[in-house]
């Protein structure tokens, strides 16, 4: 059982940055692809970003954040990170950080593939 828990959250300017983080419980995430999605009020949860734990690189991102958000780890942390530059009033939405084993096939940019979820950090972007 991995248990992730989201912080950095909170209210930004259009234009700003803020870096969530994502801690994990487990010891090693070797065997986990490590995701952030989000989700706006009366929407769908959507992918954002992901990141190959193990390698610490092979990353896709959404069209919508590409560009602007930067996923990275920190492997003596156990922390996935999202540093979101830029933002725009439509990147405000709860994020969450999630993991996916690795074992689990493709598909990484849906919700369904991953195993394991953060209960999420808030992030709103005034205009």
């Known amino acids: 059982q991995v248990q992730l828990v989201e912080s950095g959250g909170g209210l930004v300017q259009a234009g700003g940055s803020l870096r969530l983080s994502c801690a994990a419980s487990?010891?090693?995430?070797?065997?986990?692809?490590m995701g952030w999605f989000r989700q706006a009020p009366g929407k769908e949860r959507e992918f954002a970003a992901t990141?190959?734990?193990?390698?610490?690189?092979?990353?896709d991102y959404a069209d919508s954040v590409k560009g602007r958000f930067t996923i990275s780890t920190d492997n003596a942390k156990n922390t996935v990170y999202l540093q979101m530059n830029s933002l725009k009033p439509e990147d405000t939405a709860v994020y969450y950080c999630?993991?996916?084993?690795?074992?689990?096939?493709?598909?990484?940019?849906?919700?369904?593939?991953?195993?394991?979820w953060g209960q999420g950090t808030q992030v709103t972007v005034s205009s």
């Open positions: 487990e010891r090693t995430l070797n065997n986990y692809y």
């Open positions: 999630a993991a996916a084993d690795i074992r689990g096939g493709p598909y990484l940019r849906t919700s369904a593939r991953y195993n394991y």
């Open positions: 990141i190959s734990w193990r390698s610490g690189s092979n990353t």
